[in-house]
């Protein structure tokens, strides 16, 4: 079982950053393939990041590649995500997520609850 809590969200300009971290508690964070979602009132919820086991492969869509950077502290149980540059079509409720990987939500057994970046242009 793992829990995920969110952080890090706000009010932030556009071309500015945050940091968004997710900490986890469980003894199942370092076997989890970790990812960060997003989504948007009515709309499907969207990965916009994917992290491996050990960090070092990492997985980003076209639209948030460049911007976006996802990384993972096992020792701390937490996973980050870095966004550069945002923009007012980063406005979202973004979610950590623990799982077997890929970009199916389904794949993923374990949500947060979210934490809302709202970006004003």
């Known amino acids: 079982q793992v829990q995920l809590v969110e952080s890090g969200g706000g009010l932030v300009q556009a071309g500015g950053s945050l940091r968004l971290s997710c900490a986890a508690s469980?003894?199942?964070?370092?076997?989890?393939?970790m990812a960060w979602f997003r989504q948007v009132p009515g709309k499907e919820r969207e990965v916009v990041a994917i992290i491996n086991l050990t960090g070092k492969s990492t997985y980003y869509p076209d639209s948030v590649k460049g911007r976006f950077t996802i990384s993972r502290d096992n020792a701390k149980n937490t996973v980050y995500l870095q966004i550069y540059s945002l923009e007012p079509e980063d406005t979202a409720v973004y979610y950590c997520a623990a799982g077997r990987g890929g970009t199916n939500l389904k794949n993923y057994d374990y949500w947060g609850q979210g934490t809302q970046v709202t970006v004003s242009s």
């Open positions: 469980g003894r199942t964070f370092s076997t989890s393939i």
